[in-house]
């Protein structure tokens, strides 16, 4: 059976005019990556810089960017005013002048034609493809109604899209930074501090004495103000402790590195809090004030000693006294860090709530040098109606996961196949500022799901692997061609960030708040959209503020005093928790009414047959998902990903450094391309280990095409959360190839 | 007056924005760099160390690039940075061989290229580039001659080591561990 939705290579398909007009561009603009023509001496002088923050990862650090005479973007630079990256921004950050660069860039909307049994885009003008888009809207609203139009979204341009869909009569809203990344650690801290952990973590780690890392790999994971936070503490002497099968550049910095088998974290986790308890290291005075359920906590862990757990997780006895005594020595002074990607085993839920609860009986939440209150500034809403109210949305596309508190990508994409069950059916979606190709697990699902779907429209910057299967792509421009929503995030302190153009958009590429007007008119939607101009939105907005865009101009970042409070608990101050008891929940009230274990279980998880080994993913620090995998200056530092190996591994399959292998997982999915053999100490035996978003499968993507493979190409079994229908995904296995499975096979 | 670093390999986690700052500040083309990230493990699974540092011209005393140099175009300026007039370099490559850190590249625009402790910053009172981003501020730049520059203090109380001192080129930037 032909399929309608046919994957199509974009840069196949352009007709001979278009393919012209392309690389006349490329004369004229791409040339300038490669060019030397300014001598660095003449790099500073006469720049002119407007504020902007960054997009190329969720941390949003503010920073300037620095364009020259000739209208060039040179260089960004970080705000110094800024708490997300305090004057600095990372890699990434630097290297953002790349996606602006990026030859490769979508330039103009395309459309899919299907002529002959055959798909292919052609590039269309900006009014006959949001005239299709708004047509296709209108269609659907009328036919099953505007909640069949699903948003799945991450960033900047997501906000926009949001505010049109919802305006539209849609809440059928996920992003997988939900249920594929964060979701799991803000439900286990909302059901133990009645507060989520939220984004940046208000972990206070310039102050803290002692960090405890499961899993996270700051330094690798270039969560901006942390990494700094944390070289910080290391200059001030602090003790780090990382629980990582894989020595993590953290765990190289660390005091005590345990190499724990995967898998068994929570083990370890209950095994700690019986060395507190039954040593009598925990904070008395705090968990006496503050917790609720100690006695059952006691009782709970009381056989789950060291030893108990050294049989489970491989650690010590001895270090997991160490370690735990290391933690009270600390307190409150002491950070169990709940982490960022944690959709690992299902019960994800539940190991975040152990880290919580690690945390209330070391006192550390509402301390210095544990986790401080944070607080953010409330941007005013632009005067708009209130969005109408639509008969189902994400809530009820996820109510068989209790404590889903946002859109569970997974859920609405199974919504979007006919056969599966399920009263709500979505039957288009419009993707902004995700990949959900190299985001979602279970690529079957996925597939299904986008063969069903009557439209899809893709909104990027960059022709990625999900583009490739849509209706409509929209070209957006990059964040320094752009203005966007005013950036307030939590912090110790609140703050404003401005990002305003410091460029034309190059191409005939738009803004998303430009796309979503534009869109919104065409159906009828003026009045959510009652300006011309985004600048006077925000202009609108700081002003209400107490400031203005002109000033945000100049200065990019406005920080704001506290008005919530101090940072931290007085000693013995009465506080109220936001949990049913008020209380810190060591008992959690509301998992076990609903039925769940109201305290953390171990439970085994399956493990890798012979002659495969556990799939761990996790990130470099020059490069977000799989976001800037072609973005040139950041593709210059790390062009493709390799599969760590254990050497003993390797000894056993004959496998040479720098050997391309091929991977396949216990499905007997093979990736679609090779991979290269990194042969290093770093990991164990059981698991290998790979950098996720490599492998990418678009053409268009000129440098990153085939370069390495996907981690989530290789994630077919998901292990879902059932308190709030996360993904986990470190249940997967793989083997090698080491002979290309598809020599001969026409690709 | 004499230029110098300290790299604190306890707190880089070799993230490269040292390196692409570099790019961008200095428009090192694409492909080539004046800075650059290496990792060396030790030891055995589970007892393992890695150390990352950033590495790039070492700005040495008795610089063999310079002395090798046939048409002058490497020279030693003030502070004691070692720099190339690029339109005196022919690019014949013999610094390149001589350098014992790999320091050099031949752009392609024909002359031989590195790293300038940013003396163009410097000059203005600024950081070099890959010290100003660093995320961990493991990067301490100064003058050595100054007992109380950061890269004096940042060497005083800590343990040090610089690459290759067999080659007798008296490196000035100094690795903390």
Redesign the interface.
Known sequence: MSTRRDFIKISALGTGGAALAMSSINLVQGSS??S?S????N??LNLKRYPTYCEVCFWKCAGWTHVNEEGQI?????NENDPHCYG????RG??G?GMYNDEDRLQKPLIRENTGGKSSFREASWEEALDLIADKMKEIASKYGPESFALLKHGSPGSHLEHLMRAYGSDTVGEPAYAQCRGPRETGFATTFGSWVGSPEPTDIRDTKCLVLIGSHI??N?H?SQ??E???A??KGATIITVDPR?S??A??SKY?L?IKPSTDIALLLAWMHVLIYEELYDKDYVRQYAFGFDELKEHVKNMTPEWAYGITTIKPDIIRKTAREMANAAPSVIVHPGRHVVWYGDDTQRERAIAMLNALLGSWGRRGGFYFKEKLKVPKYPQPSYPHPKWSWETLGEKYPLAAMGITNEIIRASIPEEEGEHKVRAWMVGGTNLIKTIPDKPLLEKALQSIEFLVVVDTMPMDIASYADVVLPECTYLERYDGIRSATNREPSIALRMPAVEPKYESKPAWWITKQLGERLGLHDYFNYEEYSEVLDWQLKQLGTSLEEMKKIGVKTFERSSGPLYLSKGEPYEFGTATGKIELYSTELASLGFDPMPVYKSHPEPAAGFYRLIYGRA??HTFSRTANN???Y???DENNVWV?PKVAKIWGLKAGQEVWLKNQDGVVSSFPIKVRI??????DSVYMVHGFGHTNKNLSRAYGRGASDTEMITKVMVDPVMGGTGMRGNFITFITSNPRKGVES | MRYGMAIDT??C?????C???C?????V???Y?RDWITET?S????K???E?RTERCNHCDNAPCVRCCPTGASHIIEGGIVKVT?NKCIGCGACIESCPYDARYS???GYVDKC?FCD??VK?GLQPACV???????MYFGDLDDPNSEVSNAIKNRKYRVLAPEAGTKPQIFYLY
């Not at chain 2, 986690?13 to 924005?17: H, L, N």
Request: aromatic share 4%; net charge positive.
């Open positions: 990556i490669f030397n300014n001598s660095s001496a790099r500073g040179v260089k960004i630079i970080g600095r921004l990372c890699p630097t290297g002048v330094g690798e270039m901006n990494v700094q944390m070289s910080d290391i200059d020595l550049t953290a190289s910095k590195w190499p620090p020059m040139p200056n950041l210059d530092l790390r254990n290093t100490e770093r990991i164990r035996w | 306890k707190k986690v070799g993230c490269s924005d390196v692409v700052a790019q961008t500040e200095n428009n083309p694409i492909g760099c493990v030891g055995t699974y589970p393992v160390e890695i990352l690029a752009h392609p625009e300038t163009h910053r203005k100003s981003v660093c995320p961990t501020k493991c």
